[in-house]
């Protein structure tokens, strides 16, 4: 814990790792029970949504994937994020969690390009078979 001001208003900032431990780190001291962030800052969904329409982007998406991204998700997401830093709404928390879920499982559903090894191979000390081929 450590006092801070913000605006001339004395702040009380508590730094837990989660939820579990809260109580037992700040004993006696009242909480609400849902302490919701979200996962990033406000700020950070307008950088993602300026990037999504800069040129350099745009240009990546049409070479790539043959059409030009969509980039409204962004715009939502923080105008969401702004609603929950000011009025604290529920439909706003609602929206940036789904949004972020389907983020999530839209990276999760590609498989890895290549297979993680969970030891080298057992001869990786010698030279390849090219170099062997090539010194000859």
Known sequence: MREGRRGGVSTLLVYVSN???LHAKVPGMAFPTSVWRPPRACD???REYKHCQSFQHLFHSYYTFGSAPSCQQWKLDYYSCQEWE???SAQAKDALQASERKRVEEKQQ???VWELRK???HDWYLPLQEERENKR
């Open 86 to 88: 000011k009025h604290h």
């Open 44 to 46: 950070d969904y307008w």
């Open 110 to 112: 590609y498989k890895p």
């Open 119 to 121: 030891k080298p191979p």
């Open 19 to 21: 939820r579990a431990d």
